[in-house]
């Protein structure tokens, strides 16, 4: 996957800029508040719909603006497309795919993207949402049906808890339950599979790079953990998957109805990280959990490629600083080596090795200027 273009009217500190994209590394340098992660922002917009740091899309507007544009011309398995974003201060944005207009559940998955920011650097050390966030973000992006369950269970569950208060205060039925719980199962046991599944797949590639990062010290593996089952049944769990939700589900009833919570399902779940057998989210060092994220990231990108055939778009925003000399060569090798679009920001270019890595571009005030 390949971006060759990037239009930005009004978006953020940007008044109208065009970025021609190569191939390969660019690496956007500038100082702090210049414009780069905008950049990055503008790009994963594109692939999800939504932005990696504010949920209100007026936020993408120019100050004293009333409207933006997104643009992006990219190659997806060498067929050119173009994907359009018009954000207005006063109503809902619009999508275009190649001039025409389509809804959000036909976006997610046309441009696939990779975001590192130094917050995923907690991400092994981090509380399970984020963990469970990384995992969704990633299945979603391969599988729309997994993107639009993921809603559909996430309203359900809501309207469930929503029941078991009303049951609790006296105002509901009990009986009225199962008529969410027959909804709101299949949801989630398709979930809990694609994750499974997903998981299974990247624990292969994360172990393989894993012992390359560490220089063959470390073995690490991933499991999916599945909330109120213990780490055996998880493994094997996947026939019985739908009977066994149905039987937590009702083994929980009377404590979900005095908490008016659902306790069991995909939104408690969470991703295990194992290194030498033992759990990284509690006994890591920092050094491990940080060489533990960036295995999980690289990961990622060999799980799209398995899936659709081709790297996604990686956006690097501001890493280098934060990871130690060893692992960022790992991580600039890896990229060159690969030949993946992987866009950059960095405020030294000191980070680089000198010589022939990638294309630079200045970011100054909102404007972009290859060098
Ligand atoms: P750093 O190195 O600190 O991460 P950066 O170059 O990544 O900096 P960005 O986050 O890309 O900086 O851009 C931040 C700039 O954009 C800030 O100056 C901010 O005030 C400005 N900005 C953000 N939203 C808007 C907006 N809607 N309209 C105008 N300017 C905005
Ligand atoms: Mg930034």
Redesign the pocket.
């Given at each position: 996957m390949k971006i060759k273009r990037l239009e930005l009217k009004?978006?953020?500190?940007y008044r109208e800029e065009k970025i021609e994209l190569p191939s390969g590394a660019s690496v956007?340098l500038?100082?702090?508040?210049?414009?780069?992660?905008?950049?990055?922002?503008a790009v994963y917009y594109a692939a999800l719909g939504r932005s990696h740091?504010t949920s209100a899309d007026v936020?993408?507007?120019?100050?004293?603006?009333r409207e933006?544009l997104l643009s992006l011309d990219f190659f997806r398995m060498d067929a050119e497309n173009q994907l359009e974003f018009r954000f207005f201060r006063e109503s809902r944005r619009k999508i275009f795919r190649n001039g025409a207009p389509i809804l959000m559940k036909d976006l997610v998955g046309t441009v696939n993207v990779v975001l590192f920011s130094p917050e995923d650097l907690l991400l092994v050390k981090g509380a399970p949402a984020g963990r469970r966030r990384f995992l969704d973000m990633e299945i979603s992006q391969i599988d729309p049906s997994y993107f639009y369950d993921l809603a559909v269970y996430t309203r359900l569950l809501s309207q469930r808890n929503t029941l078991l208060k009303r049951v609790r205060d006296g105002e509901a039925d009990e009986s009225e339950i199962p008529l969410w719980d027959v909804q709101m199962i299949p949801r989630a046991v398709n979930l809990i599979r694609k994750r499974i599944e997903a998981v299974k797949k990247m624990d292969g590639f994360a172990s393989r790079t894993h012992r390359e990062i560490s220089g063959g010290k470390e073995n690490l593996s991933l499991r999916y953990e599945l909330h109120g089952a213990d780490g055996e049944e998880s493994g094997s769990m996947t026939k019985d998957l739908f009977s066994w939700y149905n039987e937590k589900l009702a083994e929980s009833i009377r404590l979900d109805i005095m908490r008016g919570v659902t306790r069991f399902g995909p939104h408690r779940d969470d991703l295990a990280l194992l290194v030498n057998g033992a759990d990284l989210r509690s006994y890591g060092s920092q050094g491990q959990q940080r060489t533990g994220v960036l295995s999980l990231k690289l990961a990622e990108l060999a799980f799209f490629r398995e899936e659709t055939g081709e790297y996604p778009i990686l956006l690097l925003?501001?890493v280098m600083s934060e990871l130690d000399r060893d692992r960022r060569e790992k991580l600039l090798s890896f990229i060159r080596g690969e030949k993946l679009q992987a866009l950059i920001?960095a405020?030294d270019e000191a980070y680089f090795p000198s010589g022939s890595f990638g294309n630079f571009f200045d970011?100054s005030h909102?404007t972009v200027t290859a060098r």
């Amino acid at each position: 996957m390949k971006i060759k273009r990037l239009e930005l009217k009004n978006f953020r500190n940007y008044r109208e800029e065009k970025i021609e994209l190569p191939s390969g590394a660019s690496v956007f340098l500038g100082q702090n508040a210049q414009g780069k992660t905008n950049i990055l922002e503008a790009v994963y917009y594109a692939a999800l719909g939504r932005s990696h740091r504010t949920s209100a899309d007026v936020e993408l507007v120019r100050w004293e603006e009333r409207e933006a544009l997104l643009s992006l011309d990219f190659f997806r398995m060498d067929a050119e497309n173009q994907l359009e974003f018009r954000f207005f201060r006063e109503s809902r944005r619009k999508i275009f795919r190649n001039g025409a207009p389509i809804l959000m559940k036909d976006l997610v998955g046309t441009v696939n993207v990779v975001l590192f920011s130094p917050e995923d650097l907690l991400l092994v050390k981090g509380a399970p949402a984020g963990r469970r966030r990384f995992l969704d973000m990633e299945i979603s992006q391969i599988d729309p049906s997994y993107f639009y369950d993921l809603a559909v269970y996430t309203r359900l569950l809501s309207q469930r808890n929503t029941l078991l208060k009303r049951v609790r205060d006296g105002e509901a039925d009990e009986s009225e339950i199962p008529l969410w719980d027959v909804q709101m199962i299949p949801r989630a046991v398709n979930l809990i599979r694609k994750r499974i599944e997903a998981v299974k797949k990247m624990d292969g590639f994360a172990s393989r790079t894993h012992r390359e990062i560490s220089g063959g010290k470390e073995n690490l593996s991933l499991r999916y953990e599945l909330h109120g089952a213990d780490g055996e049944e998880s493994g094997s769990m996947t026939k019985d998957l739908f009977s066994w939700y149905n039987e937590k589900l009702a083994e929980s009833i009377r404590l979900d109805i005095m908490r008016g919570v659902t306790r069991f399902g995909p939104h408690r779940d969470d991703l295990a990280l194992l290194v030498n057998g033992a759990d990284l989210r509690s006994y890591g060092s920092q050094g491990q959990q940080r060489t533990g994220v960036l295995s999980l990231k690289l990961a990622e990108l060999a799980f799209f490629r398995e899936e659709t055939g081709e790297y996604p778009i990686l956006l690097l925003d501001d890493v280098m600083s934060e990871l130690d000399r060893d692992r960022r060569e790992k991580l600039l090798s890896f990229i060159r080596g690969e030949k993946l679009q992987a866009l950059i920001t960095a405020t030294d270019e000191a980070y680089f090795p000198s010589g022939s890595f990638g294309n630079f571009f200045d970011v100054s005030h909102g404007t972009v200027t290859a060098r």
